[in-house]
């Protein structure tokens, strides 16, 4: 598929056959069709390559998907280009599994093929274009030279515009690929005509700029430079375009490599380390600290803190203990796990993301470029007026070749020069612009879709705060030394690998510098930690046996944090409690900021989290944010866009995590944090280097990204 109505005619006659739902997306090559009961993948294939394309069904996923038989089931087939001679590969195997360009290049002939008539059309086209537009440079018999040039670039650079037209003609179609070959071909034969038998090729003869208009009989000109600069230049858009297609797919592989490769399974008593593709249901499998939790199960023993943010975004891991539900690929954090496999392969919550993901890139709608929407009819009445031209002056009394000239006059000047030429200078200068102040734009469409946004939807954690647990606050019972309160809860919290230990130990080793050693250190299941300082026996925990009875500044501190949606820390030594800290994901400081510009500029912010209500409000609060929709998993943040969607919003969707990913991608603007993982970077459409929200504003005076060329209702821009 050369542009977005050759992915529309796909869709229009997979929908002719009877009980078929189909919807072909152009960025990711795909058809996602539904069918009824005896229409087969093969049935689809022929309908696709009666229309003049190439489909295969795409590689599944290993482990492969279950496969629905009878009924009203899904098919996919992968949509291939039939422009460039090559047939497509599917995105999601033929595309390497980094960005760099170079790799993704070297898997893929296509693109390969169209990044060398690129380079090879330039540099032929660069001395046709000087010499037709510098009178100083024509020298004698200097249109045989443009034209020894020009032909490799019209013949072999143009050849997909060519192959692309002959196949849309054959059956009944036209696009941009008709325009641009009907008016370089024009552009071309006439000026072969101009030189060996008009008078464009004797001696002497030149291109002078005039602002008089002179009568001539058109066979003194050539229009080489037209057809080989806009041929050169097209391509250039083309590549860049088909370059960021290609990488439709990296969403998914870096989904799906989250996972954990090797899993230590418990057979008859001992580890035996296997594939994790290997892993059955029922299996039982060991977690030590710090590694991945190989698949979804259920704890049989032991019990620590999972880190969930990749799948609910909350910056707080969830304690963990027998009988409680864990997911693949989250992080244990602290103590040894025995966990029993309950789903593997493609029924774990990652591979459902990943499908979630899948699901959007492929629902979202294609990018109809203008002269895409137009050609359908532009070339059919550019082909009537040219004849009608050409009638109209023999019937007037004009000469053969006048009418002849007029008539191709008419096709050069059909030809989308403009779109040809200014289209890949304003994204070249636009996505270097972007780059140069920290946004990465994927593509063309990206550009485009940016004017037409209303609604901005922000992920909490990572996002709109650092993501990082951080000292908030430290209150000391009546009678307590508030260093003293620090002192031993920092050097106790020091010895713990918990989130919530190191964000105290930090504070506190910020504040009074180096801490003191601890002895005796203690995991205690379900109640902190406990060792000695200073030969004081010293316990740290969110639930410290035996204080019920706290005192009253203490008591009214822990209802306030818990209000106010902050992690509480009792600290107690001998039998007593001495005070309590606060823990909390920080606000990042240019958060408010940034939100408040975005209203000024119409948008209306809404926070989107995994996070409990609470502390989702208690951020919303203090950025300036008026709806809040909290502790929603990854398939609800999809729906929440869509609903949004379908109330006729346009929506960005801003976020850093895995469990962002699937809603980034649904989004019609996917806005990933730099400092974010891989899979919401490869799912969004636009990255933002520095992970701050002020960099959605361009610098300077400039007006903020989202809207930089939007039409306002007061006149702005």
């Excluded at 035996?272 to 704890?299: S, W």
Aim: glycine share 12%; with cysteine.
């Amino acid at each position: 598929m050369t542009c977005a109505s050759c992915a529309a005619r796909i869709e229009k006659k997979l929908n002719k056959l009877d009980g078929v739902e189909a919807s072909v997306n152009y960025a990711t090559e795909k058809a996602n069709v539904r069918v009824p009961e005896g229409v087969s993948a093969d049935d689809l294939i022929a309908v696709v390559e009666k229309t003049g394309y190439t489909a295969k069904l795409p590689a599944p996923r290993t482990p492969a998907p279950p496969v629905s038989g009878g009924g009203a089931g899904g098919a996919s087939a992968a949509a291939g280009p039939a422009a460039d001679g090559t047939n497509a590969a599917n995105p999601a195997t033929a595309a390497s599994t980094g960005t760099d360009g170079a790799a993704i290049d070297a898997e893929d002939p296509e693109l390969r093929s169209l990044r060398h008539r690129v380079i090879g059309a330039a540099i032929l086209s660069v001395p046709v274009i000087a010499m037709a537009m510098i009178p100083a440079l024509q020298f004698d018999y200097w249109g045989f030279a443009s034209l020894t040039l020009a032909a490799p670039v019209v013949v072999w650079a143009g050849w997909p515009f060519h192959r692309a037209a002959w196949i849309n003609a054959r059956h009944g179609a036209a696009t941009m690929d008709t325009l641009v070959s009907v008016g370089t071909t024009a552009a071309f034969l006439w000026s072969i005509l101009a030189l060996f038998v008009g008078t464009a090729g004797d001696r002497g003869t030149t291109h002078h700029f005039s602002f008089a208009l002179e009568r001539t009989d058109g066979m003194s000109n050539i229009y080489l430079e037209v057809a080989a600069g806009v041929i050169t230049f097209v391509l250039l858009g083309r590549y860049f375009e088909k370059r960021s297609k290609r990488q439709a797919g990296a969403a998914l592989r870096a989904l799906m490599e989250m996972g954990a490769k090797e899993v230590a399974v418990l057979r008859d008593g001992a580890e035996q380390l296997i594939p994790v593709e290997q892993l059955a249901v029922g299996d039982e499998f060991v977690v030590r600290p710090g590694e991945k939790i190989a698949t979804d199960g259920v704890v049989v023993s032991g019990s620590s803190a999972v880190d969930m943010s990749m799948l609910t975004g909350e910056s707080v891991p969830v304690e963990v203990g027998e009988g409680h539900e864990v997911t693949g690929a989250t992080v244990n954090e602290g103590g040894r796990l025995v966990v029993r496999a309950t789903r593997v392969g493609s029924d774990t919550q990652l591979a459902r993301m990943a499908k979630l993901v899948e699901d959007a890139q492929s629902g979202k709608a294609e990018i109809q470029r203008l002269a895409d929407r137009v050609s359908g009819i532009f070339v059919p009445i550019v082909f009537v007026i040219a004849i009608a031209t050409f009638i109209g002056w023999l019937v007037f009394g004009g000469s053969a070749v006048m009418a002849g000239t007029a008539a191709v006059a008419v096709l050069i000047i059909a030809c989308p020069c403009a779109l040809g030429l200014a289209t890949p200078t304003a994204l070249l200068v636009g996505t270097g612009r972007g780059a140069q102040m920290g946004v990465l734009i994927k593509g063309p469409e990206v550009l485009e879709s940016t004017r037409r946004v209303d609604t901005i939807v922000l992920d909490k954690t990572g996002t709109v705060t650092t993501g990082t647990m951080t000292l908030q606050d430290v209150v000391p019972a009546s009678g307590t030394d508030r260093a003293t309160l620090l002192r031993h809860a920092g050097a106790v919290e020091s010895a713990s690998e918990h989130p919530i230990a190191r964000a105290i130990a930090a504070g506190a080793a910020e504040e009074l510098g180096r801490l003191p050693e601890v002895t005796d250190f203690q995991n205690l299941a379900g109640s902190g930690v406990r060792g000695t300082v200073d030969g004081v026996s010293v316990q740290v925990g969110r639930n410290i046996p035996g204080a019920d009875e706290l005192p009253a500044d203490v008591a009214t501190a822990l209802e306030d944090a818990r209000t106010s949606g902050r992690t509480a820390v009792l600290v107690a030594w001998d039998g007593q409690v001495r005070g309590l800290l606060t823990v909390a994901d920080e606000v990042k400081p240019t958060s408010a900021e940034a939100i408040a510009q975005l209203r000024e500029l119409g948008l209306t912010p809404v926070l989107l989290t995994g996070d409990h209500e609470t502390v989702a409000r208690r951020v919303a609060a203090e950025v300036g944010i008026d709806e809040v929709i909290a502790e929603v998993m990854p398939e609800d943040k999809v729906g929440v866009i869509e609903r949004l969607q379908q109330s006729g919003k346009i929506v960005a969707m801003v976020g850093d995590g895995v469990n962002d990913a699937p809603a980034l991608a649904q989004a019609d603007l996917g806005l990933a944090m730099g400092t974010g993982t891989d899979v919401a970077i490869e799912a969004a459409d636009i990255t933002l280097v520095r992970g701050d929200l002020m960099s959605i504003r361009s610098r300077g005076s400039h007006r903020i990204l989202l809207l930089g060329t939007a039409d306002r209702a007061d006149g702005g821009q």
